[in-house]
Every structure is written in structure tokens, then in C-alpha cells.
């Protein structure tokens, strides 16, 4: 929320100079953002009057003018401005003048000319770019003479709230006034009276709401017979702009004026253009709309809109539609002011891509009771700077449906335990007078009731922060907090999510947290099997797919990174994915994983060589800390996998029990370019619960005895993989085999071209006495033949 500070102080003036009232803004929970002048520092520029413009002799883009500035004769200033004409009132920084930059103005010869000070624009006076190439225009009312710091209000402060969610009553100058008037005591003053309207007769335009619970009030009235060259005064375009919205027409001036001051939204139809009655209701299926912006949308039926018999011709609460819209030539007004439930407007201006002053406010809620003033207001601002004739307002309202105001108790001895200390009654309730709530004392504290515009306001301890705030969070004493810490011991049998991530960090990797919600297209490149849930009102278009995997968030940080020229990346990340199950209340089942990716160098490359870049086995060595970690190497097996987002020859799967609980390998090239990656990216994902179990450690004694090891060369066909022959050798029921190595694969001379040789350790021991010859000879028979059954292994 963007305001004037001269403006604000209309309402309430503090003692507080401008440091001061936005530090007291920020502790009271309306944090402010940015406090910046209007205008750069300059003096001694006044309103000038051009009396006559000349070539200058010698300069063809150069003028000669003779300037009116309310002294005894007019000032010879040498101007190159494209837009000085004589009669026209313009900014004049005399001699001796200091503009912004400490540029002096001095009396100066132009080509032989003498020239006594300067004709400015806006940007040479410290404003904002006004879009005109060359001097600022002032209205021909502007008094000669007069100093154009105070004439166009610029001794003034542009404040930038930022507000949460909740404090949408802050959606205005009246709002932030409230709360300033309350926090320092300054009187709260509403700077005009509501006027009494002098009606011309009943409204023309008839009004039906077909549904009573999304717009449960609206107002309009006629306006006709004023005038349609009237401009929008200086003194309101100030105020606009320095609220953050562009001048357009005295219409929508005013309507965004009352929008600022009082937070209600409005709307302006041009009453002519207008088909038979006003509807409110919802959009039909197929229905069209062509907004105010140009933009022609296809509307849902779920989308509330203002219609008439030819059909939709505004968003309700959120945008008008172009066919209906006021233009200059207009005469007469239909002006809408209406009341919508926040659960009508919320992610409908996302759903279209659109975002509105309109639909910012209606979606966190606006007070149901506002209308009625707003529209008054309104009118009469219109009236005294166009005039016209005002028809009878038509009111159409659901009282059943209007949000009703919210008493709760407040216990007295919950406030002091609560914030630490007894505050006393007269000024606990003065506090809610100034917030515009009721209290009713009762006997262990207060019935308070909250006002229409305070949607946030549901339980006691909502009213207990509302007087911490405004008694001020640095007037609260430090209170110790006493309470009893129980930490949660750690089972033995379980892995501790931080040692893993820990592990990751010691192996050269960086922990990334990303969206849960990813594009709908990248979800579908990389698990195109998987269903997930669509957001019905997400963010924006680009994260609306609840995401079923940890690759899309891995991808795009290692696309940002590659991007900012990073060639080594390794990140990881541990949350949830989601998959849609319709069975489950939230619509999805959540499971916790842990991935990561790697891309580029091993390590960092040295002055002696360049280092290797990371392949399939480098990530399978983490994955395997990883396992080995949770002592689960022996039982989860890895198996070559056809993985749609991964490379069909460089993916495996993590088998355990039967069961897949992760997948790993390097991202299928023809999806490097989708996800915005270069180079072999290499990736994997665990399913957490698949290392959180760990093995507890038993004792148990070392063999005296000696251990004999007897190494085996198998060849095997090329396809076979080498796990499943250390499984057939680990297979043979035996109580002296205690391990299986390999030690070497053989492909070449000696072996044909669709084979290999894998070469095994098999080390055997017995606990309890030496072996004999004859028992390793029988061990080794029995490896033999379960290899050549299962695999049809045979030796070399």
C-alpha cells in the first residue's frame, strides 16, 4: 500500500516527523518498505508565466522567452524545450536556484543571449518521468510567483506499506490512520463531511444479483447532465500518483481515489452503452469477455461476472469489460458500488492472469458497511468538480449473507499472562476504542466486539496482540519463559534425516529447498505415469502441478546455476512429492524423499590437470554413503531400470524387498534441452523411509582361526549383470563363506566379444576351528554349480 504522508496526516497528525512515524508503522506490524521524498531537493523554482517565445538569432533549436515570475519585469531565459509556446504556465528556477545534483543556476550568455535562470521539467526537479519531451505543464491557474515546492505539494513523503494478508482493513489512507491515531494518541479526524445528495428521481437502470452469497450488496445510481471535459484536479493526481496509480479520466480518478482513501473498489459503466437490466451472476460455459486492458478471455462457469442482455461486461470485483467502458465522449454514467465475498474473488484474477487494486482488495475482504459511504463519497466529488444530476441509488442486498460483527471474550488475566504484564482497564479499553471496536466490561474482563472491517479478528489471543501492538512491543518487559525441555531421544535403530544431509554437505554438495508446485509440462516430461494434483489456484501457470518427483526443482537450480556460468554443480534436496489419491482427505498421498544431482567436474580442477567429469558411478559412490550409512548396502540392490526422465542405458532402480524405493542415473539427453541443462546431469531420489531404519549393532567375536581365500574367474555372457552372480555365489548354504568380493572384469583376448570375465574373492573362515582342504574344495564345487545354474557361469 502506497500513500502520501501529507495525505495520511489529513486524517491524523502525530508529533512524529517522518522517521519517526514509519518506525512506529513497522513495530505496530504495518511494516514499511520505503520512505522517499517526491521530489529532489531544489529551491528557489516558482510558477512562471511565458509571455512570448522567440527564435534565437543564431541557434535554430533554441528559444528566446520572456518569463512572468510576479517580479517588477519579466525574466530573459534562453529555452531549447520543444514544447514552450507563449501563455503557457511552466516550472521557472530563477538565478541563484539549486536543483537537484547541486546544479546552481547561474546568469548565463547562449550564443551571445543573455539567459536569467531556467524553464524546467519534471525530471530536472527531482519528479518522476511525466512522459512529455520537455517542460513540465502547469494548469493555467496556477498563481505566477508562487513557489512550486508548495504549490505542487512536494515538501512530502511517498510511503510504501507492506502489508500481511490479514490487514486488508489497511488497504486505504482511512485504514493506516486508524492505526497511526490509535498507536500515538493524535486525534483521528475524517477530512470531509458526507454530503447530503440532492436526488433528480428514481434510477433508470434496473439491477437483478442472482447470487446473493458472492455479492450480497450492490449499489448504483445514474449520473447525467455533467460535464465531460471536466479534468481531474491537481491536487487529486497528486495524491494518485503518489499512491501508485496513473491519472487517467476524471472517472476513473475518482473511483481510484475513494479506492485509495477509503479501500472500497468501484466501477463506472457508460450508462448508454448499456443492454437492458444489470445481472450479477455467474459466467456462462464458453462466455467471453473483453477486459479494459484488451484482452479477450474465455470465461469458467465458476467466475462471478456483471452482465446485461448482451452478456458479461465485467469480472465482478476484479475488471471492467472494454465494451462498456467510459470514454470522453460519454454523457451518461452508471456508477456501480458493490460488496463480494472474498471466497467469490480469490484466484479468479490469477486464473485469467490478471492482478487488480480491485481484486488485491476484495480478495482479503473489504467491510460489507463500506459501500453506502464509498458511493457517496464518490458522487460527491464527482458532482463538485463536474456537476450532473444524481438519480435515487438502487440497493440491492442479502442481508443473510453480509458478514456479521465478531464478539469474543477477553479475560483480564489472560493479558497479563499473555504479554507480562497488567495493563490497566481504562487503558486496555481505550486502545480498542481507538480501532473502532465495542467494549462491554464484564466482570473478568471485557465483551469486545469487532468492527465490520476487521475480518481477522476470531479468538481471544487476536485481540491480545491487537493490544501489544498498539501498546508497543518495546514497552513490554523482558519476561524469562519458563518451561520444562524434554529432548527426544534418538532410537538406536533409526537414522537421523540431518546425518544424511550432513553426508551430502562432506561430499561436496549444497542443500536447495524449491517449490512443491512445478510446471504441469516439465512434471509430465520426467513422470509422465505418475498422477498428480493440479493447484485450483496457484501462483501462476508455471507452478500449478503439485510436483510427484524431486527432479523438476533439481533441474531448475542446476539450469540456474549453469546459467550464472557454475559448470560444477551438486545440490540435494529433502521434502515431500505427492501423489493423487482420491481415497486420502487432502487428495494425495505425501511422501518424504531425499535427491540430489550432480553435473560438471568431480572436483574443482587444479593447476597439474583438468578434472574428469562426473559419471554414473560417482553418484552411485554417494548413494552407496548413503545406504551404508543407514547399514542398508546388503539389502537394497541396484537393477538396471527403464526410468522415463533418465538415460535407458545409465538408470538403475533401488530394489528393497521386492520393492522399488528409489531410482538414479543420468537425465535422457533429449531432455536436457526442455529442462534448460547442458552437460551430463546425473541424478537420484530415495524414498526417506527407506534409510531411516539402521541396523543396530551386535558383538561378536573374531575367529582365532585362520581365514583362507580362494579367488574365481567366471566368464558370463556380457548381459549378465555382475550382481546377480555374487548373488548366486552368496546363495550356496554354507557356514564357512563370511564374504564375496570382485576384483576384476576382463573384457578382450582370450574371452569372445559377447562375454566377460568377472573375477571373485571368496574368503572362508569358521569361528571355531581350522578348515580343512577338503571343506573349501566342497565350498567351492557348490559356487560353481549354483553360478552356472543361475547365470551359466563357467570357469576360466
Known sequence: MKLSENWLREWTNPEWNTNELAEALSLAGLEVDVVEPVAGAFTHVVVGHVISVEKHPDADKLNVTQVDVGEEKPLQIVCGAKNVVAGMKACCAKVGAVLPGDFKIKKAKLRGVPSNGMLCGATEIGLEDDGVDGLLVLPNDAPVGMDVRD???????MIDVDLTPNRADCLSVEGIARDVAAISGA???????AAELNFSGACSQKVTVENGQACPKYLGCVVTGFDAQAQTPLWMKQKLQRGGIRSLSLVVDI???VLLELGQPMHAFDLDKLQGEIQVRLAKAGEKLVTLDDKELNLNDDTLVIADDSGAIALAGIMGGLSTSVTDETQSIFFECAHFSPLAIV????QYGLHTDSSHRFERGVDPMLPERALNRALQLFTEIAGGEVSEIVSVVDDANLAKPVTIELRRETIGKRLGLQIEDSKVEAIFAGLGFECVATDSGWQVTAPTFRFDMAIEMDLIEEIGRVYGYNNLPETPVMAPMTLNELPESEQELHALKTALVQRGYNEVITYSFVEEGKQQLLAPDLPYVLLKNPISDDMKAMRTTLFPGLLQTVAYNQNRQ?????VFESGLVFYKNEADPTGATQVPMIGGAIVGGVADSGWDEVA?????FDLKGDVETLLRMS??????????????ALHPGQSAALMKDGKEVGVMGKLHPQLAKPMGVSGDVFLFQIRQDALMTMQVPAAQAISKFPEVQRDLAFVVDDKVPVQALVDAVVAVDSD???KVEIFDIYRGQGIEESQKSVALTLKVQHAERTLQDEEVDALVESVLASAKQAVNAVLR
Open 631 to 644: 547399514h542398508q548396502l546388503g539389502t537394497i540392490r541396484f537393477e538396471a531400470c527403464q526410468h522415463p
Open 612 to 616: 574428469r567429469k562426473a559419471d554414473f
Open 187 to 193: 486525534d483521528f479526524n475524517v477530512p470531509f463531511s
Open 347 to 350: 484466484g479468479k484474477a490469477r
Open 255 to 257: 473511483t481510484n481515489y
Open 566 to 570: 557454475q559448470s560444477r554443480v551438486r
Open 736 to 738: 564357512i563363506l563370511q
Open 151 to 157: 504549490y505542487l505539494d512536494l515538501n512530502d513523503h
